[in-house]
């Protein structure tokens, strides 16, 4: 669910989960608010640039890929390597050994990260499609979908 502009513009979480269930029926998570910075600050380029800008979310992604929601938390050893799998099977292969670069990234992020990365390729071949298809507008016209 993505939050309401006015809910990531509160002064504080709890202001954003009652502005958030006002405006779209349901609240806003800790980590979504913890976000809105990055967001607004994203939200506001995107209006200015000229660079093609388009939402992915890695678990949409995944069930793309598989056909369906995976089942298993990627987390866990078998959803990371459920998902590890699928990412090689599109031609995304992940080394097992990310080195000392990798004692500060958790494996999810990776995971995430190479998601998007199969995002961004469907994209850029104009192989991806919008959800919703149409894409919701905005009350500002901007148009708004996850892309896979």
């Not at 939050?3 to 609240?27: I, M, Q």
């Not at 678990?59 to 056909?67: L, Y």
């Not at 369906?68 to 998902?83: D, P, V």
Request: hydrophobic fraction near 45%.
């Amino acid at each position: 669910m993505t939050p309401v502009r006015a809910a990531l513009s509160a002064p504080d979480h709890a202001t954003a989960v009652r502005v958030n269930r006002e405006h779209a029926g349901e609240g806003i998570s800790i980590q979504a608010f913890a976000l809105r910075v990055k967001l607004l600050q994203v939200d506001a380029w995107v209006r200015t640039t000229r660079v093609r800008v388009v939402e992915a979310h890695p678990e949409v992604s995944f069930a793309r890929m598989h056909g369906a929601a995976l089942t298993s938390r990627k987390s866990t050893w078998a959803g990371g390597e459920a998902r590890r799998r699928l990412l090689a099977e599109q031609g995304v292969v992940l080394a097992g050994e990310l080195g000392l670069e990798g004692e500060d990234t958790g494996a999810d992020d990776v995971l995430d990260a190479a998601a998007a990365a199969w995002t961004a390729r469907r994209v850029a071949r104009g192989e991806a499609v919008p959800l919703p298809d149409p894409p919701e507008v905005f009350d500002d016209g901007w148009p708004a979908a996850i892309w896979v």
